[in-house]
């Protein structure tokens, strides 16, 4: 069974910083590709980072040299490092594996088969 969950959202001002965690259980092959996304109110759910097995990751260009995404596989979890955050970050995050027969680093929500419930970034300017 696949299970993912998301923690460490909040409130911040612009320029702040804020850790998510996500944890994704289930058997290996649904960590394979692991990825962050993201919803604004009236918009699409966007892409913010994946990463593979091998720790390889593709950022999308808004966020690049702010955010970092890692994983433990040990401890079956994925990160996501917001700094120097912006209005335009505000947000609900989810964590989200991909589908069986996807390819990482594409970063369409099409690709991804598994999502998590979600947490809520604010940044206040």
């Known amino acids: 069974q696949v299970q993912l969950m998301e923690s460490g959202g909040g409130s911040v001002q612009a320029g702040g910083s804020l850790r998510l965690s996500c944890v994704a259980s289930?058997?290996?092959?649904?960590?394979?590709?692991l990825a962050w996304f993201r919803q604004a109110p009236g918009k699409e759910r966007e892409g913010v980072a994946d990463?593979?097995?091998?720790?390889?990751?593709r950022y999308a260009d808004s966020v690049k040299g702010r955010f970092t995404i890692t994983r433990d596989n040990a401890n079956r979890m994925l990160y996501l490092q917001l700094n120097s955050l912006k209005p335009e970050d505000t947000g609900v995050y989810y964590c989200?594996?991909?589908?069986?027969?996807?390819?990482?680093?594409?970063?369409?929500?099409?690709?991804?088969?598994?999502w998590g419930q979600g947490t809520q970034v604010t940044v206040s300017s």
């Open positions: 289930g058997v290996t092959y649904i960590r394979r590709c």
């Open positions: 990463i593979n097995d091998l720790g390889n990751s």
């Open positions: 989200a594996a991909l589908a069986p027969r996807g390819r990482c680093h594409i970063l369409s929500p099409d690709l991804f088969g598994y």
